[in-house]
């Protein structure tokens, strides 16, 4: 299925702070980059896709703040409120549609706009669990003392991921934390909801990514190494974590089944070269791992001891650096596009993973995997 | 506009936007909440066709695509079991009051007896070392109650006979 294209991704660095930018000037950063590095206008962008959420925009039809930014005035716009992978999607089914030939997909978030814990807590429900005070931070120490406990996964497993990606990061120009650590430093680091630390989660960062997508016929007039999406499913487990088993994340599990269906993958270790995975935390990666069918069930952390992972495994998972290392929440969907588009183009400088011709990138909504979609994508 | 933070004064315009809600939460909510109130009882829904006991009440099987009415609505006992726990150790604002919470708090995945589901409340640990999945819990009950969540301010960490 070689119908819909990628042939450019733009990122911002990804940093703590942006004060000197409002989110519609970072979002005019990538958009320009793009423009430039494609040699295009405005005028050759049939549509427009972008995600963002509105908590965290801090006004609804927040969308409209970046219209100038992406130039959609008297253009056809859309926005998905929620992860950027999904504004991939809806972007993708745009030129599926055979009504646009081209459609840039953006996505951004200012996490140091508000806090993010407060942004969080309003995705519970106002009467039974809003109170509680429950956000991304603790609902993660809960799924990660299910799953630890049931499957005896222990905490230097943990830590792993976390010393990896963080490793990984120095090799990407745009990632937020660029310093390595070691399996002491998260292990020793302060316990915020255990069993997790300060150093099994992410930064919150700030910035923006944009793509354009194109149809089969036009690909090649923007470059000579377009990316096509080969497999896509989605999967949204229940909203109510107690609704959940919350010892795997089935939602993913299911999500993958069809994406390797409709790329025909039957053995996605043997077959994909490179994944990049939505790492919400430390032992989120490992259950990713699972769900995604590199490993059994409960065998994350083995896996991860494995080194199957690493740069030179097997299948290396985020070399990017991947969430852990930069977390602008709502786009960190399409940076994982954007890191697999790359891979594939050979254009990844020094996290470049040698001939990588498949790969997996997967996007998350909501708390500890609710919404999930999985994207395969072949180089030429 | 603004300025690099740790170089000259950073400009600011500040306000504050007070956006209140008044939600419809459904007749299963009320009943909850009303028996919660009057009679410090916990009600849950069970599902007409799978039999399935859903803690806190939902309105809607999501296995069967069957909806549960008042009729269906189930006392569950105050006690239950925890699957899971936490112990949050960094500051948070509370949602209600908007200041900031003491920490740390302890944070149980629990069942209550004769749920099928889960549910999230507070637990009175907050030394981690001392709390184990499989542990019993029980709802401890406000005195003076309004009729929500907060009319169980957390569960207790109980011992039981064998």
Redesign the interface.
């Known amino acids: 299925m070689d119908k819909v294209a990628i042939v450019g991704v733009a990122q911002t660095k990804y940093e703590e702070?942006k004060?000197?930018q409002p989110y519609s000037e970072l979002v005019f950063e990538v958009v320009k980059k793009l423009h430039n590095n494609l040699g295009i206008t405005n005028d050759d962008i049939g549509c427009v896709i972008t995600s963002s959420n509105d908590f965290n925009d801090g006004r609804t039809i927040a969308n409209m703040a970046i219209q100038d930014a992406v130039g959609s005035v008297r253009k056809a716009e859309s926005r998905v409120s929620g992860d950027g992978a999904f504004a991939y999607v809806y972007g993708a089914m745009r030129i599926l549609s055979e009504e646009y030939d081209t459609v840039m997909v953006v996505s951004h978030c200012k996490c140091s706009e508000v806090?993010q814990?407060?942004v969080n807590?309003t995705i519970f429900d106002?009467?039974?669990?809003?109170?509680?005070?429950?956000?991304q931070?603790?609902s993660a120490?809960?799924?990660?003392?299910?799953y630890m406990?049931k499957y005896g996964v222990s905490e230097e497993q943990a830590a792993k991921v976390v010393v990896k990606n963080r490793k990984n990061a120095l090799n990407n120009p745009h990632a937020h934390l660029q310093k390595e650590i070691s399996v002491e430093d998260v292990l020793n680091s302060?316990?915020?909801?255990?069993?997790?630390k300060e150093l099994d989660f992410p930064p919150f960062s700030d910035g923006a990514v944009a793509m354009l997508l194109t149809s089969e016929k036009s690909a090649k007039k923007f470059t000579d190494t377009p990316v096509w999406l080969k497999g896509y499913a989605s999967c949204t487990d229940?909203y109510?974590?107690?609704?959940r088993n919350?010892t795997d994340l089935i939602g993913l599990e299911l999500a993958a089944k069809g994406a390797y269906e409709m790329a025909g993958i039957s053995d996605p270790v043997g077959e994909l070269d490179v994944a990049e995975v939505y790492d919400a935390f430390s032992t989120h990666e490992l259950m990713s791992y699972e769900a995604l069918g590199f490993c059994g069930k409960g065998e994350g952390g083995k896996f991860m001891d494995s080194g199957a992972t690493q740069m030179n495994g097997s299948i290396p998972v985020n070399p990017s650096g991947g969430v852990l290392s930069s977390n602008p929440t709502m786009a960190n969907g399409l940076i994982r596009v954007a890191e697999i588009v790359l891979q594939l183009m050979g254009k990844a400088g020094k996290r470049q993973i040698p001939n990588a011709k498949l790969g997996l990138a997967n996007g998350m909504n909501g708390i500890c995997s609710q919404g999930n979609c999985v994207l395969i994508f072949g180089g030429e | 506009m603004?300025?690099?933070?740790g170089q000259e004064k950073?400009f600011e315009i500040k306000w504050k936007t007070d956006l209140p809600?008044r939600?419809s939460?459904g007749k299963l909510?009320v009943k909850f909440?009303e028996e919660l109130k009057k009679n410090k009882k916990i009600y849950g829904s069970k599902c007409p066709k799978c039999g399935k006991v859903?803690?806190?009440p939902?309105a809607v099987c999501?296995d069967c695509f069957v909806e549960m009415t008042l009729s269906d609505m189930v006392e569950l006992p105050p006690k239950g079991t925890l699957?899971?726990?936490?112990?949050?150790?960094?500051p948070?604002?509370?949602?209600?009051t908007g200041g900031m919470?003491p920490f740390p708090y302890g944070?149980a995945?629990l069942k209550l007896d004769g749920a099928d589901?889960?549910?999230?409340?507070?637990v009175n640990e907050t030394d981690?070392t001392k709390l184990k999945?499989g542990q019993r819990v029980e709802a401890v009950f406000k005195e003076e109650r309004e009729g929500?969540?907060?009319d169980i301010p957390y569960f207790k960490v109980i011992k039981e006979e064998e």
């Open positions: 702070d004060i000197d806090s814990y407060l807590n106002p009467y039974y669990q809003r109170h509680l005070g429950l956000d931070i603790s120490g809960l799924m990660a003392n299910m406990n302060k316990m915020l909801a255990y069993p997790l229940a109510y974590l107690g609704h919350m | 603004s300025r690099k933070k950073i809600y939600y939460i909510a909440f859903n803690f806190p939902r999501a699957e899971g726990f936490t112990v949050v150790n960094y948070f604002v509370d949602p209600q919470r944070y995945l589901t889960y549910t999230m409340h507070f981690y999945v929500n969540m907060g």
